[in-house]
């Protein structure tokens, strides 16, 4: 099974941007789908966006839509959410995921904070 790790959290101001990396290890990553959810205090897991395991398919929620961007780099096993405009409502702990082909996710991250 493959082992996800994000990085690249912080504290950032309305407005501004940031960029989450999800490195894998463990098994080649380049036929897993990936996917992005996030956690606020006290409220329940949602999701954020995903990419294809070919990486020509995307999709995201509608809250950011248009403002966050999935892409992945299987040279380097990692897929990067690109964050811009960001808003206090953005303010939770980021995970990734990941599941072989269309398969559901099976293989969860520890997550990173993002606070603005």
């Known amino acids: 099974q493959v082992q996800l790790v994000e990085s690249g959290g912080g504290l950032v101001q309305a407005g501004g941007s940031l960029r989450l990396s999800c490195a894998a290890s463990?098994?080649?990553?380049?036929?897993?789908?990936v996917g992005w959810f996030r956690q606020a205090p006290g409220k329940q897991r949602e999701f954020v966006g995903r990419?294809?395991?070919?990486?020509?398919?995307?999709s995201y929620d509608d809250s950011v839509k248009g403002r966050f961007t999935i892409l992945r780099d299987d040279a380097e096993n990692t897929v990067y959410l690109h964050m811009t405009k960001l808003k206090p409502e953005d303010t939770a702990v980021y995970l990734c995921?990941?599941?072989?082909?269309?398969?559901?996710?099976?293989?969860w991250g520890q997550g990173t904070q993002v606070a603005t």
């Open positions: 990419i294809s395991w070919s990486g020509d398919d995307t």
């Open positions: 463990g098994r080649p990553f380049s036929s897993y789908g």
């Open positions: 995921a990941a599941g072989q082909g269309y398969s559901p996710f099976n293989a």
